[in-house]
Nanobody, 120 residues
Framework: QAQLVESGGGLVQAGGSLRLSCAAS?????MGWFRQAPGKEREFVAAISRSGENTVFADSVKGRFTISRDKVTVYLQMNSLKVDDTAVYYC??????????????????WGQGTQVTVSS
């Protein structure tokens, strides 16, 4: 049973940056980031393959966010943050596959979430 733990959330001014981390209990998984704002459904943000060679981003964050990883930890570097980026951010892990995965239903494990608040 893999356990995912997010860190790095907080309060930041619009235009600023944050770096989120998610550690996956020593397991090498395909990893993704999702977010959920109040009153909205959870949405895909970014994902990375087990090898780290393949990445994908939601259109809303493309060009502003980057995703990277080592063997067990995935990072989400968030630059040029906007108020609309305010949400709880969740990391997710998938056991099988060598590609990236953009549906929440593709993932086996979830972190508890970390709050990101962007002020104007």
């Amino acid at each position: 049973q893999a356990q995912l733990v997010e860190s790095g959330g907080g309060l930041v001014q619009a235009g600023g940056s944050l770096r989120l981390s998610c550690a996956a209990s020593g397991r090498t998984l395909s990893m993704g980031w999702f977010r959920q704002a109040p009153g909205k459904e959870r949405e895909f943000v970014a994902a990375i393959s087990r090898s780290g060679e393949n990445t994908v981003f939601a259109d809303s964050v493309k060009g502003r966010f980057t995703i990277s990883r080592d063997k067990v930890t995935v990072y989400l570097q968030m630059n040029s943050l906007k108020v609309d980026d305010t949400a709880v951010y969740y990391c997710a892990g998938r056991e099988a596959g060598e590609y990236y995965y953009i549906s929440e239903y593709d993932y086996d494990y979830w972190g508890q979430g970390t709050q990101v608040t962007v002020s104007s």
